[in-house]
């Protein structure tokens, strides 16, 4: 038998040892696959990988074992080696994309107190990109050490790392800054997946943490696209940060002689009729009271931002109905009140001294407000010229 026909057979029978085994190996997964979902998601996600991974190891043995020698061994070889490695990378990233899907799968954030399950969330999410980012890098550096000139060439290289370095840093800051900012989010716990945030003056979402940008989905479903370096160096608000339950406000105006109990109760019935609130906070109270109304603010709590928007909306729905049906006097209005006399106009009416307490004047009515009126008005009644003298309170 010839040489050339050997190690045909060896590489042919080495593929196919590996076909088999793969194949019955990937049986039993999937058997075992019926009772567990992990089995089932390795059964799926690893079965090429570790096809092509095994059967060039095995192609490669034969080529080395039995293919004695012939012209191109050496590129033949070289080429195997490369496919090995890069298989293996490939088998690597597919082995842990698996382990953390069943991770994810384990800590789902479809339930109501979801806030650890969506910080186990952002940092598998983070940990999944730094792990293929690693992969790719450490496989391409595995495959070109591989080659002799390569090799050589790192040794020079070496020499010169710290100049290169400092110019990869200068050229690529803004990069490595998000990097390490997304980095540095996903572990300080800062923000997460699906926490409802304030930024930009836009009410969202946080939908997706990658190392170099945050998509904030808006409430309108815009989205807001940020670098990771935005959330490390400004501030925002995160609504979700410690708990999910929030607090808010809905204000109206009222006029003066509105009676505040009636509608303190008619608030208590419209939380206690809705299953927006959860029963937690419901206060009515008067916040201010100038400009000839009067300012109620409702404090209400709610689950989550999005129920708290809506049960704003329905409270103060709710109060300016039930004023218009009863307390329609209560609403805001303007008063004006005019003294006229007999031809229209409005007398002059000449202010006396005994018109009013010295307790009630601040520039007369006693020896401390003539002094002070003196000062500010001048002793003939004008105002005092630059330099005169200022009469002192006697």
């Given at each position: ?31 075992l696959g019926r009772r567990s979902l992990l089995a089932a998601d390795l059964a799926k996600t690893m079965h090429r990988p570790f096809l092509v991974t095994l059967t060039l190891i095995a192609v490669q043995q034969a080529v080395r074992v039995w293919g004695g020698e ?325």
């Amino acid at each position: 038998m010839s040489s050339v026909l050997t190690a045909v057979l060896a590489v042919t029978g080495a593929a196919v040892a590996a076909v088999l085994i793969v194949e019955a190996s990937h049986q039993v997964m999937v058997r075992l696959g019926r009772r567990s979902l992990l089995a089932a998601d390795l059964a799926k996600t690893m079965h090429r990988p570790f096809l092509v991974t095994l059967t060039l190891i095995a192609v490669q043995q034969a080529v080395r074992v039995w293919g004695g020698e012939f012209p191109g061994r050496g590129g033949v070889l070289h080429a195997l080696v490369i496919g090995c490695i890069a298989a293996f990378a490939w088998l690597v990233a597919a082995l842990l994309l698996v382990l953390e899907d069943a991770t994810l799968a384990r800590w789902s954030t479809d339930v109501p107190d979801n806030l650890r399950r969506r910080r186990i969330k952002t940092q598998v999410v983070m940990l999944r990109r730094v792990t293929v980012a690693t992969i790719v890098v450490l496989t391409a550096g595995v495959m070109l050490m591989t080659f002799p000139g390569i090799r050589a060439l790192g040794a020079s290289v070496l020499a010169s790392a710290g100049l290169v370095s400092v110019i990869a840093a200068l050229a690529a800051q803004s990069t490595l800054g998000n990097v390490f900012a997304g980095i540095q989010l996903a572990f300080s716990d800062a923000i997460r997946v699906d926490d409802v945030v304030v930024v930009e003056g836009e009410w969202g979402r946080i939908e997706e943490i990658t190392l170099t940008y945050i998509a904030v989905q808006i409430w309108d479903d815009r989205r807001l696209i940020l670098p990771t370096s935005y959330f490390t160096t400004k501030p925002f608000q995160n609504w979700t940060r410690s708990s999910s339950a929030v607090l808010g406000t809905a204000e109206i105006d009222v006029d003066w002689s509105t009676p505040i109990e009636p509608l303190r109760a008619e608030l208590r019935r419209v939380c206690e009729g809705s299953e927006l609130w959860d029963e937690r906070v419901c206060v009515l109270q008067v916040t201010e009271a100038t400009g000839g109304m009067v300012r109620l603010r409702a404090l209400v709590s709610a689950a989550d931002a999005g129920a708290l928007w809506d049960l704003r909306c329905l409270v103060r729905e709710r109060l300016v109905g039930w004023m218009w049906e009863n307390q329609r006097g209560g609403l805001p209005r303007m008063r004006t009140q005019l003294d006229e006399s007999d031809d229209g106009v409005a007398p002059l009416r000449q202010t006396r001294r005994s018109d009013a307490s010295a307790d009630a004047r601040v520039f007369s009515g006693g020896d401390d407000g003539e002094a002070r009126g003196a000062a500010f008005g001048g002793v003939d009644g004008h105002a005092p010229a630059p330099g005169d003298a200022v009469p002192a309170a006697r």
